[in-house]
């Protein structure tokens, strides 16, 4: 069964500062999508970014952005110049490419921003 | 504008009392999930459904029911809950086949006491 690790309880970064969190993941298959959800205090589940595992090049969306490494099965995320609206609950999710399979999602890892 | 529509978003109830979770999307998709999330253990799925009249259990379907009468409709069904169903609950729905991930629901904070 595939598997989702976020080591990071807990990240802390100021301002305009650059914070990148970690995730690994276990899996058999080749072919799979992996992604990043945001959740604020509202406790809304936002998309941030995803990854399609055959491509070799690194998903961007504005100043978020991964550090995909299918080899050593590792997803992690890039803030660059963090905001204090990026404060929140991030959680990185796998899912197979198969149909019907489920969203697996890591545990989370809590980001605080200071100004 | 495409949503999940879940409602009620807060819930007390007691034990045994019998509860019914709504969970719409209004986007034409095929496979709705229920999830539950509780600290430490992000989210974890309890049922989904494929297609109407096809539902499977996920991590943790104990004490749960679901149905797929429509395909627009997923409720969850807490038949007697109990104090460790106390969560958060999410309702999220995909297209088959696609690659954008879950659009989610807002979320149903349910304590049972």
């Known amino acids: 069964a595939q598997t989702v690790t976020q080591s990071q309880p807990e990240m802390s970064v100021q301002e305009a500062e650059t914070v990148t969190l970690s995730c690994t993941y276990d899996?058999?298959?080749?072919?799979?999508?992996l992604f990043w959800y945001k959740q604020p205090p509202s406790r809304q589940m936002i998309l941030v970014i995803r990854?399609?595992?055959?491509?070799?090049q690194n998903a961007t969306e504005n100043r978020f952005s991964v550090n995909f490494q299918k080899a050593a099965k590792s997803f992690s995320l890039k803030i660059s110049d963090s905001q204090l609206g990026d404060a929140a609950m991030y959680f990185c999710?796998?899912?197979?490419?198969?149909?019907?399979?489920?969203?697996?999602f890591g545990k989370g890892t809590t980001l605080s921003v200071s100004s | 504008e495409a949503q999940v529509t879940q409602n009620p978003r807060y819930l007390i109830t007691v034990t045994g009392k019998k509860l019914t979770v709504t969970c719409s999307q209004n986007?034409?998709?095929?496979?709705m999930s229920w999830y539950r999330q509780d600290p430490g253990l992000g989210l974890r799925q309890i049922y989904y459904?494929?297609?109407?009249?096809?539902?499977d259990k996920g991590d943790v379907p104990e004490g749960y029911k679901v149905s797929r009468k429509e395909k627009r409709n997923f409720p969850l069904i807490l038949e007697s809950p109990s104090p460790n169903q106390t969560s958060l609950y999410f309702c999220a729905s995909t297209a088959e086949g696609g690659d954008y991930g879950y659009t989610f629901g807002s979320g149903t904070r349910l304590t049972v006491v």
């Open positions: 990854q399609e595992a055959y491509k070799q």
């Open positions: 999710a796998y899912r197979s490419s198969q149909a019907g399979t489920a969203l697996i």
């Open positions: 899996t058999s298959e080749s072919d799979y999508y």
């Open positions: 459904s494929m297609n109407v009249e096809v539902t």
């Open positions: 986007m034409n998709h095929e496979y």
